[in-house]
Nanobody, 115 residues
């Protein structure tokens, strides 16, 4: 059974930081590309950051320079370090794992940026 479990969300003030984690089980983690998506209320889900099996990364323009995605294959975990957070970053953040035609999603963790 494949599970992706996100953690690390919560309430943070504008300008603050959070680090999200996504722990994977039931897959050979190292062969999966991993991604972080977010969905704000009333908006479509958008890709925030992506990391390949080789460690190459890409980011949405809105988070470049503020967010960093990384992975630890030994811990079957992908991270999203989020700095300089603003109210526009408020959303449910979910991780994904993809390999060929296989695609898995976590349930997400809520990030609220507010004073």
């Amino acid at each position: 059974q494949v599970q992706l479990v996100e953690s690390g969300g919560g309430l943070v003030q504008p300008g603050g930081s959070l680090r999200l984690s996504c722990a994977a089980s039931g897959i050979v983690f190292s062969i999966y590309a991993m991604g972080w998506y977010r969905q704000a209320p009333g908006k479509q889900r958008e890709l925030v950051a992506h990391i390949t099996t080789g460690g190459s990364t890409n980011y949405a323009d809105s988070v470049k320079g503020r967010f960093t995605i990384s992975r630890d294959n030994a811990k079957n975990t992908v991270y999203l370090q989020m700095d300089s957070l603003g109210p526009e970053d408020t959303a449910v953040y979910s991780c994904s794992a993809s390999h060929g035609a296989m695609y898995y999603w976590g349930k997400g963790t809520l990030v609220t940026v507010s004073s």
